[in-house]
């Protein structure tokens, strides 16, 4: 797979629009978004916040904020969805992923607040994160949730995403879907012009 440039993330940034027409910026989270990132998450209800993190847990883990607010470690990636709210950039949701070039994929995760859901929101972080993919040459986007998340699941089942049981962990389902996008009909027009200038090997 092709590799971003990370002395450059800001290039990777992108517009969307939920649907009631506000306008959504997505970028990659650095460190100056640590405290932010975290109130994100703490301000999640209890269930939305048990959902993303498969689990119980008040915040995020001290050690889970440090991967996500350093883009490229372990070849993991969070981005967070941004609105201007009083001229002050607040986040409604975020996503994360990790790139596999050993099986060719992408696993992903994604979240959002719970008072923008219904939205599209998630629809978009979703259909942008499979642009990312496809644009840096994954062949599948994968990802696993609790059996119990009844929104992830319809959102990919609705994305096209095939559902079975999670390898070792029946819990959780699997959610797995082959990209077939070609660089010109990426839906993303940052990354379709990405993938169609690209190098060999750095966008």
């Known amino acids: 797979m092709k590799h971003i440039d990370l002395n450059d993330l800001g290039r990777y940034s992108d517009a969307l629009l939920s649907r009631n027409g506000e306008v959504i910026t997505l970028r990659f989270a650095d460190v ?4 932010a990132l975290q109130s ?26 440090d991967r996500f607010i350093h883009a490229g470690e372990s070849d993991g990636f969070s981005l967070v969805a941004t609105v201007k709210r009083d001229g ?6 975020e ?15 994604l979240s959002v607040d719970d008072t923008m859901q219904g939205q599209g929101i998630g629809a978009a972080l979703l259909d942008n994160l499979e642009c990312r993919a496809a644009s840096l040459g994954a062949g599948h986007l994968l990802g696993d949730t609790l059996r119990t998340n009844d929104a992830m699941l319809a959102l990919a089942r ?25 660089a010109q009909d990426m839906p993303c027009v ?12 750095v966008l």
């Not at 996503?95 to 596999?100: E, F, K, L, M, Q």
């Not at 079975?164 to 389902?173: E, H, L, S, Y």
């Open 32 to 35: 100056t978004d640590a405290d």
């Open 88 to 93: 002050v950039e607040v986040i409604i949701g």
């Open 95 to 109: 996503a994360r992923y990790a790139i596999d070039d050993m099986n060719d994929s992408f696993e992903i995760g």
């Open 158 to 182: 609705k994305a096209g995403f095939t559902l079975t049981p999670t390898p070792g962990d029946w819990k959780q389902i699997r959610f797995e879907k082959t990209i077939t996008l070609a």
């Open 40 to 65: 994100y998450f703490r301000g999640l209800s209890a269930q939305s916040r048990y959902n993303r993190l498969m689990g119980a847990a008040s915040e995020l883990p001290a050690g889970q904020l």
């Open 190 to 201: 940052s990354w379709r012009l990405a993938a169609m200038t690209a190098s060999a090997h």
